[in-house]
């Protein structure tokens, strides 16, 4: 384990900038971190602390989280002579691993005023720099531990964007509960300016199905959660998919129906839910003095009819699907799917609210598979075949949450860049809503 | 629609003796019936209201809801002239029937000291005569709507079964929170008298795997529920199983080992579960001035130690596989495996506590599959693919709970006979404790 | 201590039987516990074991709870060869005396369906016979304990009385729970037969107030309990009393005014209440059909216009008194008027309904005192000045709820014979509504 | 009604400068509200949004609220040409006057990032200068409605003082959830630098009681609220109060005696709290490492066995004083000995701890009747007779709160200069302990 300063002097190591892919870890590293910081600009100090619902975190907390990720995993184990920023830091922000130690209370981090959003912003400092002095060391081509080192880095590169897209829907949450609606970004929602295909309706996409590999190869350079391991063979039946999302619009329809009175399209559970919690639209739908409206990042804006319906839980997913005489995709089904169209994802960017499928309308192209809204699938959220929790506490990053939770596919307009690909499994519980998540049908054919 | 006189009028007609078949449906729903009021013999007048938790129900309502299935779902239908009992029991007995109506709040049937056991005994009776008299109408080689009935009767014959085995565990629960602990039988429990073979420790059984056919096959003549069907291939990778179940001194070794205080071992869900209610043990375990006892349908009885470990929940179930090296079955393995050995139900008839499994050393074969406790899977209860819910308010028989719950396999020692097969799909919340759910270890090889 | 044998033996000496009021606490003993087996005849089995709340108590506790008083407070301490019934018993009907010991969950006393009423029913001749015993042998002139001993069976029989309206307010309560609406007797409500006083209006008595001796004697011969003592001096202004207690169709000209949906008549914590649980009427008020009902003791009946509202919270009580520019009597003005009043109880008797005030229109009494609906004072449930708990268990009796409570004056027609005199302090909180509480007006002259 | 740009042109009439008690107002009114915002130097902007629990109030809502305050009840109806800040916060800081209109959710004022520190600041300076234009109109001899104007600001301004003790409370609250334990003030505790008495042991000082005039004039020139009067005559009997309150020391006695384990000391309902909430000491007791410590606005310190016992409910002051064989004293015992004395308050200035009584071993005075911790008296907080609630959204201040708390009399060492009285009624809920609460012992003589 190389000391602090063995690391800094190592600095000006020529040896160390040889191999490409390490230096482009180093780059992948630095851009993610500054990524982070860059979401925080148009928050004030005081939004740095909102947590309006034990299910979200306030964005200093993913700050600090990200970094303790980073320290914990990295910086402990790999750099012996490491001085952490402050002690009291390893408790409040650990998220959920028990083999490192105790939690600080999830539904309390609001509570958290200090450390301070400066200390904060020291402590990211701190963890950055002892980083980039620990990854040119370590990518030196006779450091022992080089394989690991890289491996847990690139986790925690992907955890911390999974963070950036939960620092943007938590904090959509938060805001929401104030009543004079404060966008996060005071930029006008300029959004889609195309041309809409909604009056076209929606196309069926068909595939045949049969034996295909689910699941992402382990031995593969590219990187992969462990929970989309082990690729394993499934057989799919002939089916189709809609090569869009559905839209406001169409998800007006089925409230119009009565939807959301009606327990014939819903699962027992679901119409619980829809009964305790008295929903009667999508999340952040709102009136204002009889206008159409909904909560955005960009505050109080106009529903756009041809924009994807978001913010379902899998329970509004699943009953819509129903009402419309379809389905949910299995996620065998969409990777199916997703694989064969080949394309990967394609990042909005600085759009943060799903935007309308464009009018191809002689493509058999699915739409918006990664830029939008996540996809419920029918799937619950359990272990691929053979599937092994890792040792230690890097093993609690997935496995023991495959339970009760569904699994969704694609990615979102909230989506970091650099991120997604068709093996990719997101999972919430069945009654989560404050994900962008939408959904896309599916029938047997 | 035949009137109740003609009904009655027609029982003097040989003819409608001919079919085979339907001499049995008649026959099985009589002796099924009076199967349900046989097991009231123990009962005081008192026990039958008591609900000890809204996830029970209370004996005299499943004597009455198991009556309103026939009245709602034949009776009134396809007997003209039947005159309801009582109108309203239409929403007294009505479990979770919306297209039927409204539903008596589910956690104060408890508080329905009326009807009395008295009124909901000549309630069963008004129902048995008009069904005798439909029946033998129905079963008329001539009556168009013969084969609609059949199933139904069929259906609601399977389902009262089910309602025998929750009046017993439902029962079991409740008196369980009397401190006096009252046994429903005040016989004594003979259990098993052979030589068990716990010293010997349990045996591995193999399987291939490979493509099979899981689920029923609905154009069978053999009954069987829409959940398991439709039937469809399935990729099994080799596994092999336990040729017996865990017992109470398995899991003893696993408390010992500090398996309540480890999250390592447990889902995530499962471990807030047992932080939330404080679980240390299974259910109805018990310690009486240091004697290891436990509640049983006898009351308190000694623990033995070479008894299948019965009362866990999914959760406990899954931290103990994972504390032994193994896992859960998936509910394919399970089935692939019962379905190979070939062997049915075989009921363990008086005998109301989980045996232990025999000492035939030289046997590969799975013991226990039926008899002593229901067998936890790793599967999710979800459709199998081309699931549809049926029409109407029988759709909502299973359909509708497919999520968020568990499959089990096998049987219990409280199932009744003629009712269990390798394709059945039991289901509950992985919380769910007050079943006779034990486990089975599963390996891949 | 005398031993049972002796206590049996001593029977036939003639001079026990010398004391004229030992004999008649005997008579009122027996008497009075036979009053709450009389309370039962109505019953079915199956209503014995309801609880529809955590704060009442089944039928067949009370029964048991009333024998377990004597047992613990008279038979234990005082016979020393008596032999208990069950010893589980001391913690199963243990209301809440923490010096005797542990007590059952009060919320779960509906889950004891063992000991049956039969065995509850031996129980209580148990401890008759054993009293019986006692008593014959406690008022010799020469047994040394016999103030104690008397003073503790006075209690016992006051004890009783209380728990023979609880017995009636408890299971009122749990029936109406059963949307069949059971009566507890099926005689025909005669209620009312005489003229109503409603179009006449109600009228208000003056009093001068002044220095005024509230509270009992505790030297006095006549019972009372321990929290209506020490008398002490108070001063009171001059006020005036309603004569009558508020009407169904006063109450109901509240509602009409909005009463329930405008916080400026209600307390803060009443109107959080109002909000929380919904109230929009008093606690048994029914529509049917358009009709307006409530429902009794009787099962479900004709709302009557001139009837004493009843089943108040405080909070609406004090709500209505605010609305009609009036407010409730200090506890020390309402005995104020029923001593200068001189007239004791007068029981309805069998009705058990609140009766309508007769129409003496000259008369400048107070009507309805004890007879209907307890009243709602305005004064909080607090010791009277130099009050002291008492020592041991039985100081558990009163004292230790002296707080949060309010008091109520006068009695009820539920209420039994013999149990009240103006210095009786019941005690209930704000929010409770399932007494027979109603109000009668105070002013400021 | 005069407009803003009147009431600017006249700031320069010299004339309404004449009233002496009007400048001394407008003074009292420009210090107070000073004295809120110097509260706040020692904050980070995170700490202004920390809102712990519902019973507490962010420290920005308190800064806003006050405004609000003048907002409503001054500027809006008595300046004609007052323009509103921002509508919405009538809505957000809105505390509970109905009258009013509706308020933004209590438990939620932790969510409302928005408006930032710097607008509550902008927000309260519009409001200043509005007050100070209205203030030198409204005081000029000839305007109509000088005397209501000035009951009004008056009103303000006392309402603004309770807020600045509510402000410490709070946020002592607040920061207490804090692992890190971050103190208010970062300057170190003095505190008490004298000699204390504890060794000596309290004396017991004796009054004769007799007909006492409780509570204060309504027509005195000196302010009081409305739940201080009508004053009227009681009668209290002979009695003494110990001269100093419980200490830390003389608590812990209690604590090891097994005070929070004997259910013999306590009020039900106060037992019922200590098992549900696992009280087993103060507050803000902590240990560290072995080292007896305690919370408090300057961060974690030792805690001071001389020090009065602080943050107790009043289930624990009752029994404290039930197991020291003493009471709590009534509040009219406790006014009737604070006016006997004379003496009024003496603030303790910048220390935000109560401190222990000063050793004057000869003097029969009552210490710490106003600087250190408020005192619970035996007395429910209910209107004094004859009490009125005023009319209008004013009258909403005090009396719909008279029910379920209790009073507490004296002061404590957060209390605001210039705030406190022998008359001044303060009052909570008994189980509250969050504010600067202990005990003085009383008895009867």
């Known amino acids: 384990m190389p000391s602090v300063e063995a690391l800094i002097s190592l600095n000006n190591d020529a040896d160390i900038h040889s191999a490409t892919e390490d230096n482009g870890l180093l780059e992948q590293f630095s851009k993610t971190r500054q990524q982070s910081v860059d979401l925080c600009?148009?928050?004030?100090?005081?939004?740095?602390?909102?947590?309006?619902?034990?299910?979200?975190?306030?964005?200093?907390?993913?700050?600090?989280?990200?970094?303790?990720f980073f320290e914990t995993f990295l910086l402990k184990p790999f750099c012996k002579e490491y001085t952490v920023f402050h002690t009291a830091y390893e408790v409040l922000f650990n998220s959920y691993y028990n083999a490192i130690g105790k939690q600080y209370s999830r539904p309390q981090r609001g509570l958290l005023s200090r450390p301070t959003v400066n200390e904060v912003m020291k402590y990211r400092h701190h963890v950055d720099q002892a980083m980039h002095a620990l990854l040119k060391v370590a990518f030196h081509e006779h450091y022992s531990e080089r394989k690991e080192v890289s491996r847990r880095v690139q986790l925690g590169i992907q955890h911390e964007k999974q963070h950036q897209e939960l620092f943007l829907t938590d904090l959509k949450y938060s805001l929401s509960k104030n009543p004079l609606y404060p966008g996060y970004s005071s930029i006008k929602n300029t959004s889609y300016q195309g041309e809409a295909d909604l009056l076209r309706g929606s196309q069926w996409v068909q595939y045949q199905g049969g034996l295909f590999h689910l699941g992402a190869d382990q031995d593969s350079e590219s990187f992969s959660f462990d929970n989309e391991s082990p690729a394993h063979q499934v057989y799919i039946e002939p089916f189709e998919l809609s090569d869009r999302l559905v839209t406001n619009a169409e998800f007006q329809v089925f409230i119009d129906d009565g939807g959301y009175h009606r327990p014939e399209f819903w699962l027992s559970d679901g119409w619980a839910e829809v009964q305790r919690e008295q929903w009667r639209q999508p999340l952040y739908w709102l009136e204002d003095e009889g206008c159409l409206m909904e909560f955005t990042l960009y505050g109080e804006q106009s529903r756009s009819p041809e924009q994807p319906v978001c913010h379902l839980s899998a329970y509004e997913a699943d009953a819509y699907a129903c009402w419309a005489r379809a389905r949910l995709p299995t996620e065998a089904e969409w990777e199916f799917a997703a694989v064969q169209q080949g394309q990967g994802e394609s990042i909005s960017g600085q759009i943060f609210q799903p935007i309308p499928a464009e009018n191809n309308i002689h493509?058999?192209?699915?739409?918006?598979?990664?830029?939008?809204?996540?996809?419920?699938?029918?799937?619950?959220?359990?272990?691929?075949?053979?599937?092994?929790?890792?040792?230690?506490?890097?093993?609690?990053?997935?496995?023991?949450f495959m339970c009760n939770q569904w699994v969704l596919r694609g990615g979102s307009c909230v989506s970091p860049a650099n991120h997604l690909r068709p093996t990719y499994r997101n999972f919430f519980y069945p009654r989560d809503r404050w994900q962008f998540s939408g959904l896309r049908l599916a029938r047997c054919i």
Do not use: M
Request: charged fraction near 15%; proline fraction near 8%.
């Open 41 to 68: 600009r148009p928050l004030e100090i005081e939004d740095y602390g909102l947590q309006a619902a034990a299910f979200t975190s306030p964005p200093k907390w993913h700050l600090a989280h990200t970094s303790w």
């Open 363 to 400: 493509s058999a192209q699915l739409k918006q598979l990664y830029d939008s809204c996540w996809q419920w699938t029918s799937s619950a959220y359990r272990p691929y075949p053979g599937f092994k929790v890792g040792a230690g506490a890097i093993g609690e990053y997935n496995g023991k």
